[in-house]
């Protein structure tokens, strides 16, 4: 997986991690092995950038605490629209707004 590699690239170079995701589960064996291969500290947070709190959440975060030296963005949308939902890209207008509003 391409992130995953740009996750390597950073722990290598350094870095401790903040995974953001959605769903914790999901990213708990990604993060126990990044720590463990990397030697690095991986946190995951789970939010979900078209909830507004959760959204608010992760940009106190990166407005805040001095340890977030760096983000790399990967987020995507994980939806399936039918041929006829297609005109009704609402979820990824919220998404790009998200991730307009974390990197203001």
Known sequence: MRENLKLNSAARRGYDLLLVARNRERMDDLA???AADMRRKVEIL?????????????ERILRDDSRVTLLVNNAG???TLLHSDVA?????????GGLIEVVK
């Open 32 to 34: 126990k092995k990044l």
């Open 46 to 58: 789970a939010a979900d950038l078209g909830n507004s709190n959760d959204l608010t959440g992760v």
């Open 77 to 79: 949308v994980g939806t």
């Open 88 to 96: 009704d890209m609402n979820p990824m207008s919220t998404l790009i």
